[in-house]
T-cell receptor, first 116, second 114 residues
Framework: GNSVTQMEGPVTLSEEAFLTINCTYTATGYPSLFWYVQYPGEGLQLLLKATKADDKGSNKGFEATYRKETTSFHLEKGSVQVSDSAVYFCALSDLVNTGTASKLTFGTGTRLQVTL | ETGVTQSPTHLIKTRGQQVTLRCSSQSGHNTVSWYQQALGQGPQFIFQYYREEENGRGNFPPRFSGLQFPNYSSELNVNALELDDSALYLC?????????????FGEGSWLTVV
């Protein structure tokens, strides 16, 4: 079945450092890809998405490019802030069984901690 | 703010009891899904409802059941609670037919089974 693999955390960076969180996927077809962020004690917030190969999703300084050839969707940010400290989840959308329902398959999450 | 609201935010139940969690979908969304997120893990898909019928199910036993109402609000019911059911339960809404498949989550309900 479809799956998502994320780099192990935690990732600890100093403020203004460059961030990369790796994400690769296994899927049949061409799913949409997402990054969600979860702040402590909160639910999931959609950070960015890409719906087809070579699409770049971006939001709040974060970017990720849908790479079909490497089945990857790595998250990057040029300069992190303390407020970016959270858990980041990579996810793909696929169909439930063979029906029309669409669900998300998530990676295990990568915790980012940014220090001053 | 996603427009998806859940209640209660926290609750504690005893093993063997039953629990009902509630969700109000984002306006205009016709599909609601439920996910279970165990501590330190990514969310796992439980099931999805569309037009008040179950439209897909993940690998969860029948004691996990749900309802969707005409106003697109939803309930998740779990019978015969087990300790491993302790988790954050997330409701998500979307619009079936949205080619971008964007799914919006609520803040979640934290369930502790003791």
């Amino acid at each position: 079945g479809n799956s998502v693999t994320q780099m192990e955390g935690p990732v600890t960076l100093s403020e203004e450092a460059f961030l990369t969180i790796n994400c690769t996927y296994t899927a049949t077809g061409y799913p949409s890809l997402f990054w969600y962020v979860q702040y402590p004690g909160e639910g999931l917030q959609l950070l960015l998405k890409a719906t087809k190969a070579d699409d770049k999703g971006s939001n709040k300084g974060f970017e990720a490019t849908y790479r079909k050839e490497t089945t990857s969707f790595h998250l990057e940010k040029g300069s992190v802030q303390v407020s970016d400290s959270a858990v980041y989840f990579c996810a793909l959308s696929d169909l439930v069984n063979t029906g029309t329902a669409s669900k998300l398959t998530f990676g295990t999450g990568t915790r980012l901690q940014v220090t001053l | 703010e996603t427009g998806v609201t859940q209640s209660p935010t926290h609750l504690i139940k005893t093993r063997g009891q039953q629990v009902t969690l509630r969700c109000s979908s984002q306006s205009g969304h016709n599909t609601v899904s439920w996910y279970q997120q165990a501590l330190g893990q990514g969310p796992q898909f439980i099931f999805q409802y569309y037009r008040e019928e179950e439209n897909g199910r993940g690998n969860f036993p029948p004691r996990f059941s749900g309802l969707q109402f005409p106003n697109y609000s939803s309930e998740l019911n779990v019978n015969a609670l087990e300790l491993d059911d302790s988790a954050l339960y997330l409701c998500a809404s979307s619009f079936l037919g949205d080619s971008g498949n964007t799914i919006y989550f609520g803040e979640g309900s934290w369930l502790t089974v003791v």
